[in-house]
């Protein structure tokens, strides 16, 4: 019972992780806000981009942006406001 519990345990923290990380990139902010904080890990930007928008997609099943040109067009427009 004990294997079986600290399986679920892990199973429910992964989940949680999973939630919380939807629930960020489900908002134009948090979606920018995840790319600035991955842009380091990448070689370019259009790199990071790709990594965030096809995590979405895992995520939620479809894309958040056509492309790495919609999403910095949507970017500067919110940073505008």
Same mark, same amino acid.
């Given at each position: &019972?004990?294997?079986?519990?600290?399986?679920? @345990?892990?199973?429910?923290? @992964? /989940?949680? =992780?999973?939630?919380?990380? &939807? =629930?960020?990139?489900?908002?134009?902010?948090?979606?920018?806000?995840?790319?600035?904080?991955?842009?380091?890990?990448? =070689?370019?930007?259009?790199?990071?981009?790709?990594?965030?928008?096809?995590?979405?997609?895992?995520?939620?099943?479809?894309?958040?942006? @056509?492309?790495? /040109?919609?999403?910095?067009?949507?970017?500067?427009?919110?940073? =505008? /406001?």
């Amino acid at each position: &019972m004990e294997n079986l519990e600290i399986a679920y @345990k892990a199973l429910l923290e @992964k /989940k949680q =992780k999973e939630i919380d990380l &939807m =629930k960020l990139l489900n908002s134009s902010d948090g979606f920018y806000q995840y790319f600035f904080k991955i842009c380091n890990e990448y =070689k370019t930007r259009e790199d990071a981009f790709d990594a965030v928008n096809n995590l979405y997609f895992e995520l939620f099943g479809r894309f958040r942006y @056509k492309s790495y /040109k919609g999403f910095r067009n949507s970017i500067s427009q919110f940073y =505008k /406001k």
